[in-house]
Every structure is written in C-alpha cells, then in structure tokens.
T-cell receptor, first 108, second 112 residues
C-alpha cells in the first residue's frame, strides 16, 4: 500500500541545534516527494521538493531510495522554523498522499 | 492572480444540519483536492477532481459527504446531517502540471 509515515508528532529542539524531521514512504514506483509547511495562522505551502534539490530557508532533504526515506534537515534551527511540517508523495498522476505531520517547536 | 480561496472561513452549525463549503481554485488549475485537517490526524484526503470529474472519491468518510465541481473551476463540498465528529478544518488545494499543490486558507467547521 502507498503510505507516508512521519513517526514524530512533536519534535522540540533548542534554537541553534540541528533538526531532522523524519519521513519514510512506501511506494512501488518512482514517486515525487515533497515537504509542506504550515506556520501559525498561515496556509499550508510548499517548502521543497526532491526533484529541485534546492535548499529553502536552510532546509534540505535527500531522497534515499534504498531506505525509502526523505528526511528534512537543518543544521541550526531558528525560532521562526516552529511550524507544522508534512511530508507528501505523488506518483505524478495527481494522487497525493500526505503524512500525519510533525509539529516542530524551536525553543529559545 | 489570487490564490485559492475558500468560503466561509468559519462555519458553526447544529448537529443534523447540512453545510456547503466552497472552493475557488487558481485559474487554469485543472486538479482540485479536498482534505480534512483534524487535530492529531494530519491531512486526510477526501476527494480529487480532474476537470469536472472525480476519479478518486475514496477518501469521503461516508455517504453524507459529497462534492461537485462545475465549469472546471469552483467546487462545493456538501456535508449532510452533520455530526460532531465532522468538526475540523476543511482544506482545498489546486494544482497544475507542476504537481505543486496550492492550498486555500481552509474552512473551520464546528458542529454543536
């Protein structure tokens, strides 16, 4: 079955500490992977996608096909990174599957 | 142009009443999605439209839920005989060939 798993509902880190939000997926083909973010009182928006291989707001994510993972990382967390993060995949046929989300809290 | 818009932003209704939620996607986006966002449940897929047809209705939780899309644009999600467990934020998103989903601000539904 197609599935996206985010094992942590809540992740708290101190400002300046590294952060890693975990995402594992189950899919038989070649999916496209995304991270979406929702800041407080803002709408859900795209953070990054694996095909662009960009670093957005200091975040990076590498697709590991062997481990079927797409973990989101940032070397030094900032307070403004506090938000809800969703990992998602699509097969390119408009079918989207989202994980249950991880709430990141960056403590001062 | 404007992003995805949804109305109303908030809806409070009594148990047993019907509600209609509206989504206005980005002009030219052929794909439209409805999701439900509940505390602790993440994003729950409800239905997907390609143009006016809905090839995937697998996420609709019961036959009280229905959705339509007309003119390849505006979509309405209807919940009949609302129950308290229907209380949630209902999100709409649209996308084009790039596969990026653009989300609306959501409608917060509270069933008393």
């Amino acid at each position: 079955a197609q599935r996206v798993t985010q094992p942590e509902k809540l992740l708290s880190v101190f400002k300046g500490a590294p952060v890693e939000l975990k995402c594992n997926y189950s899919y038989s083909g070649s999916p496209e992977l995304f991270w979406y973010v929702q800041y407080s009182r803002q709408r859900l928006q795209l953070l990054l996608r694996h095909i662009s291989r960009e670093s957005i707001k200091g975040f990076t994510a590498d697709l590991n096909k062997g481990e079927t993972s797409f973990h989101l990382k940032k070397p030094f967390a900032q307070e403004e990174d506090s938000a809800m993060y969703y990992c998602a995949l699509t097969s390119g046929t408009y079918k989207y599957i989202f994980g249950t989300g991880t709430r990141l809290k960056v403590l001062a | 142009g404007a992003g995805v818009s949804q109305s109303p932003s908030n809806k409070v209704t009594e148990k047993g009443k019907d509600v209609e939620l509206r989504c206005d996607p980005i002009s030219g986006h052929t794909a439209l999605y409805w999701y439900r966002q509940s505390l602790g449940q993440g994003l729950e897929f409800l239905i997907y439209f390609q143009g006016n047809s809905a090839p995937d209705k697998s996420g609709l939780p019961s036959d009280r839920f229905s959705a339509e899309r007309t003119g390849g644009s505006v979509s309405t999600l209807t919940i009949q005989r609302t129950q308290q467990e229907d209380s949630a934020v209902y999100l709409c998103a649209s996308s084009s060939v790039t596969n990026e989903q653009f989300f609306g601000p959501g409608t917060r539904l509270t069933v008393l």
